[in-house]
Nanobody, 120 residues
Framework: QVQLVESGGGLVQAGGSLRLSCTAS????????MGWFRQAPGKEREFVAR????????YYADSVKGRFTISRDNSKNTVYLQMNSLKPEDTAVYYC?????????????WGQGTQVTVSS
């Protein structure tokens, strides 16, 4: 079965950086686009970033553009989210996701999430 396991979350001060990782198993990783989402307390889950199968095409939410970078290493079945210039409003549980139509925004597999907390 498909498994997505996130890591790298934690507590960081505003202006700091974190790198999240998501390692996938049970699928042909290099065939799938990958996405990152987040959900803050009391809010709906929101899209953060997406990368295509090769890593050559990326797409970001306006709220993180210029601060976050999504990338992938197909040899390690891993997708990354480098988060710089973090703000308190970035505090959320971050999830990676994928699916056969992830490149079209349709995600069917989700990780368990990793908590990111940004203190002011």
């Amino acid at each position: 079965q498909v498994q997505l396991v996130e890591s790298g979350g934690g507590l960081v001060q505003a202006g700091g950086s974190l790198r999240l990782s998501c390692t996938a198993s049970g699928l042909s990783f290099r065939s799938y686009a990958m996405g990152w989402f987040r959900q803050a307390p009391g809010k709906e889950r929101e899209f953060v970033a997406r990368v295509n199968w090769s890593g050559g095409s990326t797409y970001y939410a306006d709220s993180v553009k210029g601060r976050f970078t999504i990338s992938r290493d197909n040899s390690k079945n891993t997708v990354y989210l480098q988060m710089n210039s973090l703000k308190p409003e970035d505090t959320a549980v971050y999830y990676c996701a994928t699916g056969r139509r992830a490149d079209l925004g349709d995600y069917e597999y989700w990780g368990q999430g990793t908590q990111v907390t940004v203190s002011s």
